[in-house]
């Protein structure tokens, strides 16, 4: 729904006021949890270099799965700046996981989707992703891992989440396996997201986002 102006009158797009597209891209994460995805993706940004910090916006956007779509696009249309769209969420109980997966592809929108969970992601941090079928029992399982890594309980709602997964565990290490691991479901002839598990796309945004720092920090010289 577009927003009024003082006078009651309806803006249209030229009128609205122009925002500053940031140097290194305006993130838009829209996911359908309350706490693990936004507590991840905001201490990445907390993390970044306080020079790099104001060139890359990672905004994080919570609603319901069914919903994920058409919030992705209601904000990218409306607030131009919002140049990267991605949808972040989980196979767990979702019917049309693949159908989701497809449509907000057609849209133009990223995807980083995780099978069975986002922990399955997490767990690269300590050098594997096991073979978990089931949401409760992969999120059981990281919990005692992530205690006996970082001597903390897990907590999806805990703000130091990611400095914890970095300082504890390997990044680097993170970003191998998950694609180690998308690449071996595909020789498995397994290319639709509902059966491709243990396997995640999120390492392709963590990646991405991760290039542009390192580029920013240590441009190649001509």
Known sequence: MARKDRTGNRKTRD???VRRVPEMGY???VTDTEATERCFFTGLHDSLPKNVKKKLVIKVIETKTQNLIQKCLEMTAYEA???IPWIVFDRDQVPNFDQIINDAEKCGIHVGWSNPCFEIWMFAYFGNMPAIQESWTCCSKFGELYKSKTGQEYSKADSDMYKRLCEC???????QIASQKYEQRLRERKVIPSQMCPATTVHELVKEIRGKVNNALYPLSD
Do not use: F, I, T
């Open 15 to 17: 009128q609205r006021p």
């Open 27 to 29: 993130y838009l994460v």
């Open 81 to 83: 700046q919002y140049r």
């Open 169 to 175: 565990g390997d990044e680097e290490k993170a970003l």
